[in-house]
């Protein structure tokens, strides 16, 4: 592991979007893959900043839609790394909604987006990631057991794979 350091706030991606109609479901809320985008744009941010290299989303987890954003609020995007290993990245994103009436915000979306750099492995080294405020310590603090989850997973979802049919149900006989 390399000996090089950077705190989470070095690596903090802030992003506010503006809620328009065009961004809004049949429930007069924002539609769930339109904050999956923002998420994985400003999340690629973060990733950056501490890859210096070319990175790939390799998986979003441990998604919570909390509460519904809609017309006339913000949504404040905030991403940081959490964690890396060899070539990958943990970046742990909140979403905020804020009414642009009141002034009051809320929390209304969270997950753990992980990128991967293209060379492997990771040509810089990645730094060790430092955690400064309480929220950081307690999300890098849990990062490997995350870390451990997501393995765990990988033989589920590898076997779940095995069984995806990718003939048109149209052309079944």
């Known amino acids: 592991m390399t000996?090089?350091?950077?705190t989470c706030r070095a690596t903090r991606s802030l992003t506010n979007h503006r809620v328009?109609?065009?961004d809004i479901?049949?429930?007069?809320?924002v539609f769930g893959g339109r904050t999956l985008a923002l998420v994985d744009d400003s999340s690629s941010v973060s990733a950056a900043r501490v890859s210096k290299q070319i990175q790939v989303t390799a998986a979003m987890d441990h998604m919570q839609f909390l509460n519904p954003f809609a017309v006339p609020e913000t949504m404040v995007i905030d991403s940081y790394v959490t964690g890396t290993s060899k070539r990958s990245m943990e970046v742990f994103v909140k979403v905020m909604g804020e009414d642009l009436t009141t002034g009051g915000r809320f929390l209304?979306?969270?997950?753990?987006?992980?990128?991967?750099t293209a060379a492997s492995p990771a040509d810089p080294?990645?730094?060790?990631?430092?955690?400064?405020?309480?929220?950081?310590?307690f999300l890098c603090a849990g990062y490997e057991a995350r870390v451990q989850e997501r393995k765990a997973g990988r033989?589920?979802?590898?076997?779940?794979?095995t069984h995806i049919d990718l003939e048109a149900p149209e052309f079944k006989k």
């Open 108 to 116: 209304g979306f969270t997950c753990f987006v992980t990128f991967v």
């Open 125 to 137: 080294e990645l730094p060790e990631i430092v955690p400064e405020t309480d929220e950081e310590k």
């Open 3 to 6: 000996t090089e350091k950077m």
């Open 155 to 161: 033989a589920t979802e590898r076997e779940t794979l």
């Open 25 to 29: 479901n049949e429930h007069g809320t």
């Open 20 to 22: 328009f109609p065009a």
